[in-house]
């Protein structure tokens, strides 16, 4: 089993729509959570660290549930510069792992 | 957070031949690490790059094929090795200051014919 999996996607949502993307792990001894955002052809960015009460940022909404081992990242509203793919991330401080990815297409 | 430049940014190489990346950070910070995204696929950490010790390797990657250098806590290079085109990927390295978040530099598109 992959330490960190994702919804294999992609997604295909209209603007203005609300997603939901959900990632689970597998080691419980993972501490420290977070979701990227990367562009095609650019390096992953920082979108969130997510925390164990949860978090939100403008539209954006991340959840960490320990005892089903998931997080979540919520999108409301979504706009067209949101399409990209959205990689989690868990582990200790000092080693991540990645999910694969799930694109997301914001269409007009 | 910090600043991260990578050098190459792009590079095509012959099979057999190495190439060193460059990673620089505009200040200091505690970690640094590599790592490497073939297409379609998500990011493979390489290994930890010990600032004035060998680097830490994941299962899979030996020091012979990816020596790491990290002089100071601003700098790290990594050399792939012998490359054949299964190395062709883009190689990224990050940086990561006590318990922040890892940041990413821009990476190195690297083709090997």
């Known amino acids: 089993r992959k330490e960190v999996e994702q919804d294999p996607g992609p997604f295909n949502v209209p603007e203005g729509a609300t997603v939901a993307f959900n990632c689970t792990y597998s080691?419980?001894?993972?501490?420290?959570f977070f979701w990227y955002r990367q562009d095609c052809r650019k390096e992953p960015k920082l979108l969130m660290s997510?925390?164990?009460s949860g978090n939100e940022d403008g539209r954006f909404t991340a959840q960490l549930n320990r005892a089903s081992q998931y997080i979540s990242l919520l999108i409301r509203d979504s706009k067209l510069s949101d399409s990209a793919t959205y990689l989690c991330?868990?582990?200790?401080?000092?080693?991540?792992?990645f999910g694969k990815g799930t694109l997301l297409t914001v269409n007009p | 957070s910090a600043v991260i430049s990578q050098k190459p940014s792009r590079d095509i190489c012959q099979r057999g031949t190495s190439l060193t990346i460059q990673c620089q950070v505009d200040?200091?910070?505690?970690?640094m690490f590599w790592y490497r995204q073939q297409p379609g696929q998500s990011l493979t950490l390489i290994a930890t790059?010990?600032?004035?010790?060998?680097?830490?390797?994941e299962s899979g990657f030996v020091i012979d094929k990816f020596p790491i250098s990290r002089p100071n806590l601003t700098f790290s290079t990594l050399t792939v090795s012998n490359m054949s085109p299964e190395d062709s990927s883009i190689y990224l390295c990050?940086?990561?200051?006590?318990?922040?978040?890892?940041?990413f530099g821009d990476g190195t598109r690297l083709s090997i014919l």
């Open positions: 991330s868990g582990g200790s401080n000092y080693k991540l792992t």
């Open positions: 790059a010990n600032q004035g010790s060998e680097a830490t390797y």
């Open positions: 200040s200091q910070v505690t970690m």
């Open positions: 997510v925390y164990s």
């Open positions: 080691n419980s001894a993972s501490q420290s």
């Open positions: 990050s940086a990561q200051d006590g318990d922040q978040p890892q940041h």
